[in-house]
C-alpha cells in the first residue's frame, strides 16, 4: 500500500533554480523521510524530519512538515543537472518501524 | 552509518524457478526487516514485514505462497520467489531498522535493491 500522494508527478526546470516538490499522507507518523533514487539504482537517504519538527535544512534542501495538513514539501535549492532524479517522501507511522512510500515525483534540471 | 546488503545486486531467471535473495544488516541487529518490491518509473510498494523467529507479515495482496521470508537471525532476512514468472520481474528492496541503546528505533537503512529478470 502507498502512504499518500506527491505533486508534481513530474518536474523539469533549468539548472540554478529551486525546485519544490510536495508530499500528503494519511495516517498519524513518527517521522517523515525524503529520498533520492537515480534511474535503476537504490535509495539515496536526504532528510529525516520528526512528526514534533516543523522545518529541517541540510545543505541545499529544506523540508517543512505541517502535521495538521498530514504534508510536506522539499525545496532543493539552485539546483544542478545532477539533481536529476526521482524524489520520494516516505512516512514511518506510529506503530513502528513500518515505512510506507509515496508515488514520487521525478525531477529533471536541464543544464 | 548502518549498513544493509543485499545479494544478489542482479539475477536472471527461468520462468518456473526459485529465485533467493538475501538481505543482511552488516553492522546492527534488526529484529525487524521489510521488503519492497519497485516495477519500473513507480513508487516502491511494501510487500512484507519480516520478523525474527517469527513468520512474516504481507501486505494485503501479497501472495505469502510465492513470496517466501525466512528471517533466520538478527542480521539475515531472506526473500525466495517461488516458481517465478515474467511478470515477477522487479526491483527488489529490502530494509533493516537499527535502535538506540534505550530501545527507541531509529530510521530504516535500505539495501541496494535486486534486479531480478525472469525470462
Known amino acids: 500500500s502507498q502512504q499518500g500522494e506527491e505533486d508534481p508527478q513530474a518536474l523539469s526546470i533549468q539548472e540554478g533554480e529551486n525546485a519544490t516538490m510536495n508530499c500528503s499522507y494519511k495516517?498519524?507518523?513518527?517521522?517523515l523521510q525524503w529520498y533520492r533514487q537515480n534511474s535503476g539504482r537504490g535509495l539515496v537517504h536526504l532528510i529525516l524530519?520528526?512528526?514534533?519538527?516543523r522545518e529541517k535544512h541540510s545543505g541545499r534542501l529544506r523540508v517543512t512538515l505541517d502535521t495538521s495538513k498530514k504534508s510536506s514539501s522539499l525545496l532543493i535549492t539552485a539546483s544542478r543537472a545532477a539533481d536529476t532524479a526521482s524524489y520520494f517522501c516516505?512516512?514511518?507511522?506510529?506503530?513502528?518501524?513500518?515505512?510506507?512510500f509515496g508515488a514520487g515525483t521525478r525531477l529533471f534540471v536541464k543544464a | 552509518g548502518a549498513v544493509v546488503s543485499q545479494h544478489p545486486s542482479w539475477v536472471i531467471c527461468k520462468s518456473g524457478t526459485s529465485v533467493k535473495i538475501e538481505c543482511r544488516s552488516l553492522?546492527?541487529?534488526?529484529?525487524?526487516m521489510f521488503w519492497y518490491r519497485q516495477f519500473p518509473k513507480q513508487s516502491l510498494m511494501l510487500m512484507a514485514t519480516?520478523?525474527?523467529?517469527?513468520?512474516?507479515?504481507?501486505e494485503q495482496g501479497v501472495e505469502k505462497d510465492k513470496f517466501l521470508i525466512n528471517h533466520a537471525s538478527l542480521t539475515l532476512s531472506t526473500l525466495t520467489v517461488t516458481s517465478a514468472h515474467p511478470e515477477d520481474s522487479s526491483f527488489y528492496i529490502c530494509?533493516?531498522?537499527?535502535?538506540?541503546?534505550?530501545?527507541?528505533?531509529?530510521?530504516?537503512?535500505f539495501g541496494p535493491g535486486t534486479r531480478l529478470t525472469v525470462t
Open positions: 530494509s533493516a531498522g537499527d535502535t538506540e541503546t534505550s530501545g527507541r528505533p531509529t530510521r530504516q537503512y
Open positions: 495516517t498519524s507518523i513518527n517521522n
Open positions: 524530519i520528526r512528526s514534533n519538527e
Open positions: 516516505a512516512t514511518e507511522d506510529t506503530g513502528g518501524f513500518k515505512t510506507i
Open positions: 553492522d546492527f541487529q534488526a529484529t525487524t
Open positions: 519480516s520478523n525474527e523467529g517469527s513468520k512474516a507479515t504481507y
